[in-house]
C-alpha cells in the first residue's frame, strides 16, 4: 500500500524543519525513508554547499526508547558501549571518561555521567540520546516526538539546547512534533503533511493556511 506521495521539500544546514499532521500523516514513515528502514520510490538527495552529492552523517533521538529499569548500567557505561569497542568489564580509562563528558557537557548534561540510566526521568533520558546522536556530529539530526512525556521544564531545556546546537553547529534539524507552540517557536520551516505535503513555509504561513485550517479541524485530524 502506498503511504506517501509526492512528498518534496528541502532543507540547509543551520535549518530546522518540523513535520506537522494529523497521526496516520505519514510523518514516521517518511523519517524511517531517510533512515534507509523501508523501501520508495524515487529519490533523497544529500548535497554539499557546492552541489555535490554526499553520504551523510545521520542523528537519531526516538520518542519512546525502551530501557529495563532494574539493569545497573550507568550512562557513562551506555555511552562507552555505544561509541567505542572499550569492553565496559574492564575500568574506562581517564581519556574516555573525559571524552564522554565533553558529549554530555554539549547538551548541558553532564551531571548525567555516573546515574544509572535506569533512575533518569524522560527530560535526562532524552538528554543523553540527543548526546548519543550528536557523537559523531552528524549532518542531519532527527527528533522524533524526542519530548513526548516529559515535563515543561524538561520540554523547555531540551528544545533550548537543540535551538542552540543548530546555531553553533550549523547542522540540518528534521522534527516531528505534536506541539505546535513549540513548532511556532523552534521552527524555521513547517511542512504540513497528509499523506503528502499539503503545506510548506514558514511557521505563520502554514497555521494560518486553509490548509491547516482543513487538516486539524474540517476533517477533525489531531496535531
Not at 98 to 113: I, M, S, T
Not at 133 to 143: N, R, S
Request: with cysteine.
Amino acid at each position: 500500500d502506498r503511504i506517501l506521495d509526492h512528498v518534496s521539500f528541502h532543507m540547509h544546514c543551520g535549518e530546522l524543519i518540523a513535520l506537522i499532521g494529523p497521526n496516520g500523516a505519514g510523518k514516521s514513515s517518511l523519517f524511517r525513508s531517510i533512515l534507509g528502514q523501508v523501501s520508495y520510490t524515487g529519490s533523497i538527495q544529500f548535497q554539499t554547499a557546492a552541489g555535490n552529492r554526499m553520504h551523510p552523517r545521520i542523528g537519531y533521538v526516538p520518542q519512546s526508547p525502551s530501557f529495563d529499569r532494574s539493569d545497573p548500567v550507568s550512562v557513562l557505561d551506555l555511552f562507552v558501549a555505544s561509541t567505542s569497542n572499550w569492553p565496559i568489564v574492564l575500568p574506562i580509562p581517564k581519556g574516555l571518561k573525559d571524552f564522554v563528558a565533553q558529549c554530555l557537557e554539549r547538551v548541558n548534561g553532564l551531571e548525567l555521567l555516573h546515574k544509572q540510566v535506569g533512575t533518569l526521568s524522560g527530560g535526562e533520558l532524552q538528554r543523553v540520546l540527543l548526546a548519543l546522536a550528536l557523537t559523531p556530529q552528524p549532518d542531519l539530526l532527527i527528533l522524533d516526538e524526542p519530548v513526548s512525556g516529559v515535563d515543561q521544564n524538561g520540554l523547555e531545556s531540551f528544545y533550548q539546547t537543540v535551538d542552540e546546537l543548530k546555531r553553533t553547529n550549523h547542522m540540518a534539524i528534521l522534527l516531528v512534533s505534536h506541539d505546535l507552540d513549540v513548532v511556532r517557536r523552534y521552527a524555521d520551516r513547517v511542512v504540513l503533511m497528509q499523506g503528502t505535503v499539503v503545506r510548506q513555509g514558514d511557521p505563520e504561513t502554514v497555521f494560518d493556511s486553509d490548509e491547516f485550517a482543513q487538516v486539524f479541524y474540517t476533517r477533525g485530524g489531531r496535531a
